[in-house]
């Protein structure tokens, strides 16, 4: 069969920002005034640009200062692409092509400002078969993971297709199209999704020379990077990190920095930017029109700009899970290891967002790295930037508009940065000497509205003193407190013993507990007042089978918070561009105000944090596998946030204090 070339020029915009696309919404078959199938094999040509997104901007009208240049020389490295094209219903038609490193000159490049980073241009050839359509739509793979895939399937899965890594083995960084709502030349559509680029056929030219000759129609691809950019900033010095004498009796505490990292992240990532919505009983639109989706935002504008080809919101993968923990035991009662080795559905974890532990956090690299591994390491301060995957949640998971939210944990919901270190402990006024070689402390009850301090030597006796569940017979019918500390410890409640009480424990607490391999027998054995038991007969011995019945009445004792070898973090909810609102001390979030798109990490997006002061108490870490899951019950931080979003958006900065 005769084959013949089609050609079209490619302007390739790397603002990692965003590209014309099309909309998968209603994709047609039929395309207004224009030819749709080629009668012999052919190649037509392209002329494209495209144009990487540099950065994200803050506000709903953005400027150059609202967009960061890629500074880092991986950011905007481009070693391969893949452009597949597609008909008018979204089908690949046409073969895809490649380019190679050896295909892509550093003089093909131009720099540019405001929201594109970089511009690349070409000819690209779309080889053609007879009888199949020619294309209305392009996208273009940038640095792609699993190129077959994506030339494969239409674009109605395109969307669908999950990857885990945002930045390659090799430093490099995947992008694809910009997706936005707008215009759609090729149907006619107005406020469409966006998905690939619309080819008119008067773009696609027979000839190479044609496709270069002056006034050739070309192509405006704009592309962004998988990745979002976070940044925490924290200098050293006591200025910065206050001593802490005002919160705890006879001590001062100093915290000391050692690793951070982004809490709270998606496992995977959409390789193509989607949005969605959650409607009654969670059940999710994975199509919303631009109305719906301006009546979520309340018909806010920020978050969608066509005349940049590019918008600043996104859903991924854990958005339509919408299920988040309420504490750390919620994560370790199902998968015990914190990590992903479980397979089946009574081991394997739980949610689709990752806690991290204190060990996999120290066990992650100190540069960048895989959002699973990565962490920054204190060397002096932190100032080393974060490349994590996009995350982002329904505000109604958070409590948006319901004040008596109680299905969820707000701050576990929501993609944060979190700060890891321990504690050094200096004894004033008289206090217990701090033990050598053990960092581990107890705060338990308050005097003078400041917590008392204990270690492991002297918490059991603290607690004793408040139990009155446990009882020793003193006289036959006669029982009183048993006030030894033998055959207590003090830990973090077991399942089964939260389980007969029907209560969830935070991770950082534990209770006064007995010991069931060490229950004093013989004159010294031990009983408790069963209530189910016939009256007059209710004093039981306590023994193996019932011990965690005590155990479970115990916890009305109360609970200390544990710093276990001292460690303890402080969480930085991270704020995109919805506008959160805190309280009127500045020290929380009015979460029932903080409207849709108030936090989040989204793709290609710069968020910079800065940490001002610590000078609060951090909050515990009971030991170095407890999941971080921050707790629903206090906030350790205090926050003053401006957001910047990339050429990468730059969502305004937070200042924060701690």
């Not at 380019?99 to 080889?127: H, M, N, Q, R, Y």
């Not at 036959?476 to 048993?482: F, G, M, Q, V």
């Not at 969480?571 to 609102?581: F, K, Q, T, Y």
Request: hydrophobic share 35%; charged share 20%.
């Amino acid at each position: 069969m005769k084959k013949s070339n089609l050609l079209f020029s490619a302007v390739m915009a790397l603002a990692m920002g965003s590209l014309a696309s099309c909309s998968s919404d209603d994709l047609v078959t039929e395309v207004q005034g224009q030819e749709t199938t080629v009668d012999h094999d052919q190649v037509r040509y392209l002329n494209v640009t495209i144009a990487s997104a540099g950065g994200v901007g803050t506000r709903a009208e953005t400027t150059d200062n609202d967009f960061l240049q890629g500074d880092e020389p991986k950011e905007n490295f481009i070693e391969n692409m893949t452009f597949v094209f597609y008909d008018a219903a979204g089908v690949p038609t046409g073969q895809a092509y490649d380019l190679s490193s050896s295909d892509i000159a550093d003089e093909d490049f131009e720099s540019s400002t405001g929201s594109v980073g970089k511009i690349w241009k070409s000819i690209i050839p779309v080889s053609l078969v007879q009888g199949r359509n020619l294309p209305s739509y392009v996208m273009c793979f940038i640095n792609p993971v699993g190129s077959a895939e994506f030339k494969s399937k239409p674009l109605s899965e395109i969307e669908g297709i999950i990857r885990q890594e945002v930045v390659r083995g090799n430093g490099n960084f995947p992008m694809t199209n910009s997706v936005y709502y707008g215009d759609n030349p090729i149907t006619g559509e107005t406020k469409v999704r966006m998905i690939a680029t619309p080819v008119n056929t008067g773009q696609l030219y027979t000839s190479e020379e044609a496709a270069k000759a002056d006034g050739a129609q070309a192509i405006d691809i704009y592309v962004e990077r998988y990745a979002a950019r976070v940044t925490l900033n924290l200098a050293s010095g006591t200025d910065v990190i206050v001593p802490n004498a005002t919160d705890v009796n006879g001590y001062t505490l100093t915290f000391v920095p050692e690793f951070w990292r982004p809490n709270a992240i998606d496992q995977n990532i959409f390789a193509v930017k989607r949005y969605g919505l959650l409607g009654d009983g969670n059940i999710p639109n994975y199509n919303p029109t631009f109305a719906e989706l301006q009546a979520n935002f309340k018909n806010k504008t920020w978050w969608n700009e066509p005349e940049k080809s590019r918008s600043y919101w996104a859903c991924s993968p854990s958005y339509y899970d919408n299920e988040y923990p309420k504490v750390s035991d919620d994560i370790t009662d199902i998968a015990a290891k914190n990590d992903y080795t479980g397979t089946t559905d009574e081991d394997k974890y739980p949610y689709t967002l990752h806690y991290f532990n204190y060990n996999q956090i120290e066990a992650g690299k100190v540069e960048g790295g895989s959002p699973l591994q990565g962490s920054v390491k204190w060397e002096n301060g932190f100032s080393k930037t974060f490349y994590a995957r996009e995350t982002t949640t329904a505000a109604k998971a958070w409590g948006w508009e319901n004040t008596e939210n109680t299905a969820y944990n707000p701050l576990a919901s929501i993609a944060s940065a979190v700060i890891v270190g321990h504690y050094e402990l200096e004894a004033t006024g008289g206090s217990a000497a701090v033990p050598e070689g053990d960092k581990t402390f107890y705060l338990y009850g308050k005097t003078e509205g400041k917590w008392n301090l204990y270690f492991e030597s002297s918490i059991v006796g603290a607690m004793v003193k408040q139990q009155s569940v446990v009882l020793k017979r003193t006289a036959p019918n006669t029982y009183e407190a048993y006030r030894e500390e033998d055959g207590f410890i003090v830990e973090h409640p077991s399942k089964s013993v939260r389980d007969i009480k029907n209560t969830t424990v935070a991770g950082r607490l534990v209770a006064l507990q007995l010991d069931p391999l060490a229950l004093p027998t013989g004159d010294n054995e031990l009983y408790y007042y069963d209530v189910t038991q016939p009256e007059g007969n209710r004093y039981t011995q306590i023994t193996t089978g019932n011990v965690e019945i005590v155990n479970s009445n115990l916890l009305s004792t109360g609970y200390a918070s544990k710093y276990g070898d001292g460690i303890g973090y402080f969480n930085i909810p991270i704020e995109h561009l919805g506008g959160a609102v805190k309280t009127e001390d500045g020290k929380s979030y009015n979460f029932a105000q903080c409207p849709p798109g108030s936090f989040g990490i989204v793709r290609n997006h710069a968020y910079t944090i800065n940490v001002n002061k610590i000078s609060g108490l951090a909050t515990p870490l009971r030991d170095k596998m407890q999941p971080i899951v921050p707790p629903v019950d206090e906030v350790s931080y205090y926050i003053s946030a401006r957001l910047n979003i990339l050429n990468w958006r730059i969502v305004p900065t937070q200042d924060v204090e701690l």
